[in-house]
């Protein structure tokens, strides 16, 4: 089945450096990248959507010159989380969308747990 | 506004029960729903879907029930098992390459 790799599983990152988050589809070619974040016992929240070759589309509150999202190609999108604060720490997940023969498919990544300190 | 509303929160039964989780929504365009398991530290994973053209689907011990008129859809887990514990999120998808909505989520226990 489809399968998308995310990288690192877990960072902790000093304050105010930089931390990049990699997603890549391993077996498929992913249309659009959606990157979601996740606090403990919530849900997942939609931070942006990326399509390959494209500007990302940023979901209301989020803000686009901290959280750099690149999808350079259909297998590869990175998250880069800019002059990180102890407030950006949280869960992060990535999910990769595919045509299929019923319409689209989801596949996710494991997620990657970000500590700043 | 929540599109879709997922209940109970938390949910904790014996092993061998059956758990049931429900999801409500209001959008008509959705037509795709989609059942997420996840364990904690990890990313979701699908478990079962379905489309609004049928009113039942099952996939070993899970089976999603589908009420388009009630726009209700819930999930039974049959026989559970302690390695089924982990939270529950049910999502819908309108048509396109749009993203999921996604319930609050249900954390499952299941007791020996």
């Known amino acids: 089945g489809a399968v998308v790799s995310q990288h690192p599983s877990w960072v902790i990152c000093k304050s105010g450096t930089s931390v990049k988050i990699e997603c890549r589809s391993l077996?498929?070619?992913?249309?659009?990248m959606f990157w979601y974040r996740q606090f403990p016992k919530q849900s997942l929240m939609l931070m942006a959507t990326?399509?390959?070759?494209?500007?990302?589309?940023?979901e209301q509150g989020v803000e686009k010159d901290k959280f750099l999202i690149n999808h350079a190609s259909l297998t590869l999108s990175t998250l880069t989380v800019t002059s990180a604060h102890p407030e950006d720490s949280s869960f992060y997940i990535c999910?990769?969308?595919?045509?299929?023969?019923?319409?689209?498919?989801?596949?996710f990544g494991s997620g990657t747990r970000l500590t700043v300190v | 506004q929540q599109q879709v509303k997922q209940s109970p929160q938390s949910l904790i039964v014996q092993k061998g029960g059956i758990p049931i989780i429900n999801c409500a929504y209001e959008?008509?365009?959705?037509?795709?729903f989609p059942w997420y398991q996840q364990f904690p530290g990890k990313g979701p994973a699908l478990l079962i879907a379905?489309?609004?053209?049928?009113s039942e689907k099952k996939e070993g011990r899970f089976t999603i029930s589908f009420n388009k008129s009630a726009k209700q859809f819930s999930l039974h887990i049959m026989d559970s098992q302690p390695g089924d514990s982990a939270t529950y999120f049910c999502?819908?998808?309108?048509?396109?390459?749009?993203?999921?909505?996604f319930g609050k989520g249900t954390r499952l226990s299941v007791i020996a």
């Open positions: 379905i489309r609004p053209d049928v």
């Open positions: 999910s990769a969308s595919e045509v299929r023969r019923q319409g689209y498919g989801y596949t």
């Open positions: 077996d498929f070619q992913a249309t659009t």
């Open positions: 990326s399509n390959e070759g494209s500007k990302a589309t940023y």
């Open positions: 959008n008509t365009a959705f037509d795709y």
């Open positions: 999502a819908a998808h309108v048509s396109g390459n749009t993203p999921l909505v």
